[in-house]
């Protein structure tokens, strides 16, 4: 089991790209990964893919400025926010 497996990270950009990538690859290891990103559709691609792998996500939309903000929310909602993973 990996280390990561049972944390939760949130991962911005992760619609496309190394974001995305990330996203896929940590939720593959057990991790609860945040889609956070911009585009909301793209987003939730990458949320089912990460689903469809077996891992779990919430998605959230923001904005670059917003990035504090969100990992707060990710605290809230998943009652624990381990890392960020910022592209």
């Known amino acids: 089991m990996s280390e990561l497996a049972g944390k939760t990270a949130m991962v911005t950009g992760a619609s496309a790209g190394i974001g995305r ?6 939720g593959a290891e057990g991790t609860a990964v945040v889609v956070a990103d911009r585009d909301v559709e793209r987003g939730e691609r990458t949320a089912r893919e990460i689903v469809g792998g077996g891992g779990s ?4 939309r923001v904005r670059a400025q917003d990035g504090r903000h969100t990992v707060m929310r990710c605290g809230v909602v998943m009652g624990s926010c381990v890392f960020a993973y910022d592209c």
Not at 21 to 26: C, K
């Open 21 to 26: 990538a990330a996203a896929i690859a940590l």
């Open 57 to 60: 996500i919430p998605i959230s």
